[in-house]
């Protein structure tokens, strides 16, 4: 007799059998570059999106403290019927001009914001777009708006149709979906301004001349580089150099701004003015907490005060992928904090993670689905907050075990 109690059992022992079974970890402090984990030992975190070292910031708990007492806990409601106050507006406003945008829009996280942005803007006239390696949260929003879909090979921009040797499916570049695409109602191109797993930066330059050739729009989630990516932060746009070609920017407040929750849709006026009427997961969800808005807005004044953490950020960065590529091991190359350490098979991902841990190095393996089969690695990911002799021991450490476990 079938229950589903057996079938998820059956289903749990397979994935534990294929190595990607995912253990949860507990920590019993802060986060910070240096963490407690639940046994009590006392580890080195290499893999937060805690980038500028703020997610235990003093200024920004005092701000969050502050905001608490005056705002209270929660709001209860949506913004729509009294869930709004003066903070609220404040953060959209000063976080529309750190992004460059005329407006911007608040949700509970970037998930949610990109689960609200397609379906009110495309409908079964328009076309779509995508990255075939974007986040899940576009995935997922894209699922919810009747537009025509197309994906795009990750980062291959040209006008060519291929055949995938390994599945057989057809590939296609960004410039032959835009072609396709012509005479849709409206087209938007969606992309991840840095791409999670692999730490690689969208081309903006080439996606914002094909999307004005073409008459697209273009969404950037830039939840991987708001606060740390260009001369002054601001994201893959100031990075660059595209400031006014991007049309939508969605991203988080809890990685590289305080690290605890929030999103947001920033855009021209009328589009974010159109969100608030029709965006879904902002209609039905409680209204950011105050403690959350405060926090945020202080991290948006730390930021434009000074470019010290993301120059420090910058430094650290290409301090340990210099120290990792001499020591050996498959770096993902680029420029970004992520450092995808590339081990393909993901058994030994996991055992590697373990093993690190008991070096006193807090990472974790990744492994299918959130990256490919056969694809397997550990995502190093570089916060300002680590100090030289921190990166240091973390690379002594991955060339430690590295060795003993065959991987250089």
Partial sequence: MYTLKDELTRKLNAIRADGTYKEERVIVTPQGASIRVSDGKEVLNFCANNYLGLANDARIRTAAVE????????LSSVRFICGTQDQHKELERKVADF???EDAILFSSCFDANGALFEPLLDEDSAIITDSLNHASIIDGVRLCKAKRWIYKHADMRDVEETDP??????KGLERCLKEAQGSRAIMIATDGVFSMDGDIA???VICGLAEKY???VMVDDSHATGFMGAHGRGTWEHWGVGGRVDIITTTFGKALGGASGGVIASRKEIVEYMRQKGRPYLFSNTLAPAIVGGTLQALHILTQSTDLRDRLEANT???RRLMTDAGFDIRPGEHPICPVMLYDEKLALRMADELLDEGIYVIGFSFPVVPKGKARIRVQISAAHTEAQIRAAVDAFTKVGKRLGVI
């Fill in 67 to 74: 905001a608490m007492q005056k705002y209270g806990y929660g």
């Fill in 99 to 101: 992004l460059g945008m």
């Fill in 166 to 171: 390994e599945t057989g499916k057809s590939l």
């Fill in 203 to 205: 081309n903006l330059p």
């Fill in 215 to 217: 008459g697209a729009l």
């Fill in 318 to 320: 290409k301090l340990f």
